[in-house]
């Protein structure tokens, strides 16, 4: 098995150019956010569409006042630490 070494500088161009050929302009000297706010986020929207669904199911007129709650609600259990099994 080959391997290819790489300097730094190859390897950010190289990484940019596939950011870039996904559709994701990044500037440079961009990074990710740190992880934890990435599993934040997913969470927040995996919260916010079940809240949705749920809401939904027994309503089909949503006021502005029903989504501002669905947001809330996403968002306190999106920061509720997860249940370890």
Same mark, same amino acid.
């Given at each position: 098995?080959? !391997?290819? /070494? +790489?300097?730094? /500088?190859?390897? %950010?161009?190289?990484?940019? @150019?596939?950011?870039?050929? =996904?559709?994701?302009? !990044? ?11 990435? =599993?934040?986020?997913? /969470?927040? +929207?995996? @919260?916010?569409?079940?809240? %949705?669904?749920? +809401? !939904?199911? !027994? ?8 989504? @501002? ?17």
């Amino acid at each position: 098995m080959r !391997t290819i /070494r +790489l300097t730094a /500088r190859e390897l %950010l161009k190289l990484c940019h @150019q596939s950011w870039r050929s =996904v559709g994701m302009e !990044t500037p440079r000297g961009w990074l990710r956010p740190p992880f934890s706010k990435e =599993v934040l986020g997913v /969470r927040f +929207l995996e @919260q916010l569409i079940f809240n %949705l669904n749920e +809401l !939904t199911k !027994t309503n089909n007129d949503l006021s502005l006042r029903d989504f @501002q709650n669905i947001l809330i609600k996403a968002d306190r259990d999106a920061r509720r630490p997860l249940n370890k099994a």
